[in-house]
């Protein structure tokens, strides 16, 4: 018999999940306030001795407030939210099965009441113990005090972690009471029942049982809730309920979101689904029925978004007009660009210059990497920040340099879209003199070069420069050949409105043609100098660009495995090839017997990555940071994700883009490819927290950062600051990290080029997957 932990209503969800995986049930002091479940019992009314389902509908109170507390959501989405990839429509995309009401009912046990014996609640669903994933979880709260005398639960604390086999005994059970406003959250695997009322008074529970979305409801929620009751509720209740749909259709009525039919009241005339607008002769006079969704007005006109779970989300908002063709009013999901593993374009089209997901709330634009997917920014909505996702032109689209046209055209979309932000945010709850500006790889490659970007001083405050790899730098003369090349393959004239007339599938065919050119004959004079015309030459960190803008930087530790441990690359690396691609890099020989010192275990293959991620990674960061915090009036902070994939027996380690998912606080949204199925919820807290923080007021929580000390905060199980983690490795490199000046007469460090231009996928149109980030 083990006790019962106990947590406060104020507890962090982390903290009580542990405990659920280990004990099975936990018991939360103060869930609900008294006066709440009085009303809820004075609505649910009179009731003989026993259970009553369907309290939903029997309570408003019960609907609204006990059944959609904080902590039991978070608990439920963080245990059954569950995720499967699927191939549909050309496209693998993550479908995403939402927790849904399983059960809802109130236990009344009157003086001389037998109790009930023990039971998994997930018997109903068929579960082998056990459990691999749960199939349910429920909260119990205390309407009146429950002693042991009058009905207190009976529980079998960590049984959730028993075989089917084993039968529990009564020396086993552990007697649970409960005060008034108490609560039990229970998971289905851990056996539970109650004791007799062998007094003279009732005790009642008031309760809920949730199930993942694939699993069947216990209580039929569409009948136990009738549908003139449902229409009135909230919809994050309605499609906690069960209405709502999960890729492709699962839960739909006629291929079409339940909710559009419940806020259209039964009329599909009125229906939201896109589908359906095609139909109608007068959009407007659609638009103006569809009052229940959120609208806001902006310059360009009133824009249309939908509830989500609590948080208002505006997708395909354009902020410029589409780069080709006419100004058709569609939705450009991507521009076209090469997948990862290669695939050939992804769902891609010329309508881009759109902004494809604004969440309510300083404002908080993501630059993402070239084929990155969007990603769920609710959390950061809920913590108070509009979290803008932008789409800017990639490939030849964006960065090709032609003899007519502007350069760059990837870098002004995102100005346009900041401008967008700058004039419109406000409709949305954002503040327009907050604006912090992020992005992993590719996207901090676009941070980098905004920092330096005379054109976009004034419209952001913050910057947050997740792993910026280092510069490889073409002139224009570089840029001019590489474009006619691209050109002479396709057979096109030299022009832009030749490249404009060209199927993306060809362009993307071309550029891959140039990449096998110049693997099979390097060419060096393609590397040269920095070549931007709409950046200053010379190195602006010593001017006043970017002197008031606060600074988040940093990168992943083990970040270049994600392209050797899958493939087995890392364990075909000798000394030899060692020896070389570090002479490559530019490390010398002492160097490299520092490495073996500072890595004993590794082998070959191991020091290969840890030297590439110093050198394209680690190294560049903190020479950035040296940089800011010599002459910036603003702060600095950095950080390292030291976070373990547990994936291929833990060789994987804090990869590539791994960080990405504990920034956003949505694990267990795809995630277990690369986290497995119990990733650390406390440290995605933990980041999650930090970068809200940063964004909002420019502290993300741990020391300044100074060229002196370089404190880092290293991200993990167990996060910690420290001092000068790199000390040892930035020595080596110190003679490193050296580019050719403008004329051939200086050298600028890469720190310098970092700031005053765009890094390799800027003109390097051949080699633009492998560089700029299209990873993740």
Request: charge should be negative; hydrophobic fraction near 40%.
């Amino acid at each position: 018999m083990s006790a019962v932990k106990r947590f406060a209503a104020s507890a962090q969800a982390h903290d009580v999940l542990q405990t659920l995986k280990a004990d099975g049930i936990v018991v939360i002091e103060g869930a609900a306030k008294i006066a709440t479940l009085d009303s809820a019992l004075q609505e649910i009314g009179p009731l003989a001795d026993g259970q009553t389902f369907g309290l939903i509908a029997k309570s408003q109170t019960f609907a609204t407030e006990l059944l959609m507390n904080g902590l039991f959501i978070d608990l439920t989405k963080r245990l059954l939210t569950d995720t499967c990839t699927i191939y549909y429509s050309d496209d693998r995309t993550v479908s995403t099965a939402e927790p849904q009401v399983s059960f809802t009912s109130a236990l009344f046990s009157q003086p001389g009441s037998s109790g009930w014996g023990l039971r998994r609640q997930d018997d109903c669903h068929h579960t082998v113990h056990p459990a691999k994933r749960e199939t349910d979880f429920g909260i119990a709260y205390a309407a009146t005090d429950i002693t042991k005398d009058n009905g207190a639960i009976r529980a079998v604390i960590g049984s959730n972690m028993w075989k089917d086999t084993r039968d529990p005994t009564p020396a086993d059970e552990t007697e649970i009471e409960l005060k008034k406003g108490h609560a039990i959250l229970c998971l289905g695997s851990v056996f539970y029942g109650q004791k007799p009322n062998t007094t003279n008074e009732a005790s009642m529970l008031l309760s809920a049982f949730t199930t993942p979305g694939w699993c069947r409801q216990e209580e039929n929620q569409y009948l136990a809730v009738p549908y003139e009751i449902v229409k009135t509720l909230p919809k994050d209740i309605q499609r906690f309920v069960g209405y709502y749909v999960s890729l492709p259709y699962g839960g739909a009525v006629e291929h079409m979101e339940p909710l559009d039919f419940l806020a259209a009241e039964g009329d599909w005339t009125k229906s939201n689904d896109n589908v359906m607008t095609e139909q109608f002769t007068s959009p407007q006079d659609l638009l103006d029925k569809q009052s229940s969704f959120p609208i806001v007005r902006t310059e360009s006109g009133d824009i249309r978004g939908r509830t989500d779970d609590n948080v208002h989300v505006f997708k395909g908002v354009p902020f410029a007009a589409p780069p080709f063709g006419p100004n058709y009013l569609r939705f450009g999901p991507k521009s076209p660009q090469v997948a990862y593993p290669p695939r050939g374009p992804r769902r891609a089209s010329r309508h881009w210059l759109r902004l494809p997901d604004a969440q309510r709330l300083d404002t908080q634009p993501r630059y993402r990497g070239t084929t990155s997917s969007g990603l769920d920014s609710r959390w950061f909505a809920r913590d108070g920040v509009v979290c803008v996702t932008i789409n800017y032109r990639v490939g030849a689209q964006g960065f090709l340099y032609l003899d007519d046209g502007n350069p760059n055209l990837g870098l002004l979309d995102q100005i346009a879209a900041l401008e967008w932000v700058q004039k419109n945010i406000t409709a949305f709850g954002g503040d327009p003199s907050e604006v912090t500006i992020f992005g992993e790889l590719a996207g901090a490659m676009s941070v980098a070069t905004l920092l330096a970007f005379p054109k976009a001083k004034g419209l952001f405050h913050r910057a947050i420069v997740q792993s910026r790899s280092n510069a490889k730098l073409n002139s224009i003369a570089t840029a001019k050949r590489i474009g006619h090349r691209l050109a002479e393959i396709l057979g096109i004239e030299v022009i832009w409105e030749a490249i404009k007339a060209t199927p993306f599938d060809q362009i993307l065919h071309a550029r891959a043609q140039q990449r096998e050119e110049l693997t099979a004959r390097p060419d060096p004079a393609f590397w040269g100098e920095v070549a931007l015309s709409f950046i200053p030459w010379a190195p602006t960190i010593d001017e006043d660009i970017i002197r008031d803008i606060d600074l988040l930087i940093g990168s992943n530790t083990e970040k270049t495995r994600l392209f050797l441990v899958p493939d087995g690359s890392i364990n075909r690396i000798t000394e030899e090839m060692l020896s070389a691609i570090a002479g490559m890099y530019g490390l010398p020989p002492e160097g490299l017997g520092a490495y073996r010192e500072l890595h004993p275990e590794a082998s070959s293959g191991e020091l290969f990555s840890a030297i590439q991620t110093d050198w394209l990674w680690r190294i560049p960061a903190i020479r950035f940071a040296d940089a800011h915090a010599k002459v910036a009036r603003a702060s600095a902070y950095m950080y390292e994700f030291a976070g373990q994939s547990p994936q291929l027996s833990g060789r994987l380690g804090a990869l590539h883009s791994l960080e990405i998912p504990f920034v956003f606080n949505t694990l267990g949204l795809g995630t277990e490819p690369l986290l497995g199925p119990a990733p650390t919820h406390e440290l995605a807290d933990t980041m999650h927290r930090a970068w809200v923080a940063f964004a909002t007021t420019g502290d993300p929580g741990w020391p300044k950062y100074d060229d002196s000390r370089r404190s880092t905060i290293h991200f993990n199980t167990a996060s910690r600051t420290v001092d000068n983690p790199l000390d040892k490795k930035l020595k080596l490199w110190d003679s490193v990290h050296q580019f050719p000046g403008y004329n051939g007469h200086r050298e600028y460090s890469s720190v310098d080029i970092i700031l005053c231009t765009s890094i390799e996928f800027v003109y390097a149109e051949y080699d633009q997957e492998t560089s700029s980030g299209s990873y993740y």
